[in-house]
């Protein structure tokens, strides 16, 4: 089973405006931790944001907000402010529970964004 | 990221062949993992190491073989490449960027003939 689901293949945007990549995750451990990664189309892996699971309040960098709904399970993705550049896939991912040392991010499948002039 | 390289970037061979990818890293980082990615398959993880010589399987392990002999370098062997092992290589280290995060390598473009 999925333990990162992101249910949109494909994104559109205009440019300026806000838009939100969904993310759900699946855990039973109280204690994990969330990222965002973009990937542009020259292949790199950018991080982007993250979140831990008894962090108190949303992380947020810069035009980057996660917005944590820990009780649905969800870690969506918000950028503010569109912009040519943010076309790119995104991958949401989570960490899982430390067992014996051991740290294992799984990633979902990925939403291609594209943004519009 | 001048902290993790990938070697080689691009690599086409046939079938049968051995292959063997290497990650390096500048730091003494001590979790390093080698990811591929697929086509809708976001990215799956191949094999892991948390120290020298101590590594472990990830979820598509099977046709792979790691080792990590020094901190520094983690190899990714394919004994006898299968096409379906076209793909792109992430090696990636944890710590380089903050505790929790990943940092990636550039990637391996590898086509199996």
């Known amino acids: 089973a999925q333990k990162i689901t992101q249910t949109q293949p494909g994104m559109f945007v205009q440019e300026k405006e806000a838009v939100t990549l969904d993310c759900t995750y699946d855990t039973s451990d109280p204690s994990y931790g969330l990222f965002w990664y973009k990937q542009p189309s020259s292949g790199e892996m950018i991080f982007l944001i993250y979140q831990g699971s008894y962090d108190q309040q949303n992380a947020t960098e810069g035009r980057y907000s996660l917005n944590f709904q820990k009780a649905r399970k969800s870690a969506n993705l918000v950028i503010s402010a569109s912009q040519l550049g943010d076309s790119a896939m995104y991958f949401c991912?989570?960490?899982?529970?430390?067992?014996?040392?051991?740290?294992?991010?799984?990633f979902g499948r990925g939403t291609s964004l594209i943004v519009h002039p | 990221d001048a902290g993790i390289t990938q070697s080689p970037r691009h690599k086409v061979t046939e079938t049968g062949t051995p292959v063997t990818l290497r990650c390096h890293q500048t730091?003494?980082?001590?979790?390093m993992y080698w990811y591929r990615q697929d086509p809708g398959h976001g990215l799956r993880l191949i094999h892991y190491?948390?120290?020298?010589?101590?590594?472990d399987k990830g979820e598509v392990s099977d046709g792979y073989s790691v080792s990590r002999s020094k901190t520094e370098d983690f190899l990714l062997t394919l004994e006898s490449a299968t096409s379906s092992q076209t793909s792109v290589y992430f090696c990636?280290?944890?710590?380089?960027?903050?505790?929790?995060?990943?940092?990636f390598g550039a990637g391996s473009r590898l086509t199996v003939l």
């Open positions: 730091e003494n980082h001590r979790y």
């Open positions: 991912a989570m960490r899982d529970p430390y067992e014996g040392g051991s740290y294992i991010p799984t």
């Open positions: 990636a280290i944890r710590g380089l960027s903050g505790a929790n995060v990943l940092t």
């Open positions: 190491s948390y120290g020298v010589k101590d590594t």
